[in-house]
């Protein structure tokens, strides 16, 4: 029974918690803040299940990441390019119908992923894109020619 109250106030601590974090919606998360979500997850599973169940070192492990997360946070305003070494850079996978191979291997792209984000944004062909841009969370911008 233990176990099954201490999982609900992690629960509740942890949707607390990545409020306070970030207002953005998950699929525009970037890496940097999937890995506090999941680290914290970690940490609120370990103090449920494993043998030192304390609410105590459960909140005070999960503060301190969030303090870390918001440390960076800062360091990543203050220092742009720390900033580009946490969260990467945008890249270029296609400039003016020309695929950038080089990068597009790098991230282990191919040509039909970003033919698949064109047609969600409504593009139909290869000659519609001026622009195709792979962002720091993942998503695939399309920045259409102009006819």
Not at 39 to 57: A, K, P, Q
Not at 118 to 130: M, P, S
């Amino acid at each position: 029974m233990y176990t099954i109250l201490h999982a609900i106030a992690g629960y509740f601590f942890l949707v607390l918690i990545v409020r306070v974090l970030t207002r953005r919606p998950g699929a525009q998360l970037t890496p940097f803040e999937f890995v506090i979500v999941f680290l914290i997850g970690g940490v609120i599973i370990l103090t449920t299940v494993g043998n030192d169940r304390s609410e105590t070192n459960s909140v005070c492990a999960v503060v301190t990441i969030v303090l870390l997360h918001r440390l960076v946070s800062w360091l990543k305003i203050r220092f742009p390019s720390f900033g580009k070494v946490v969260d990467g850079i945008p890249l270029v996978l296609l400039k003016d119908g020309k695929w950038q191979t080089e990068t597009m291997e790098r991230m282990r792209l191919q040509d039909t992923d970003v033919m698949a984000a064109a047609r969600n944004k409504g593009v139909k062909t290869l000659a519609e894109i001026k622009y195709a841009i792979l962002e720091r969370n993942g998503a695939i911008s399309i920045i259409q020619s102009k006819s």
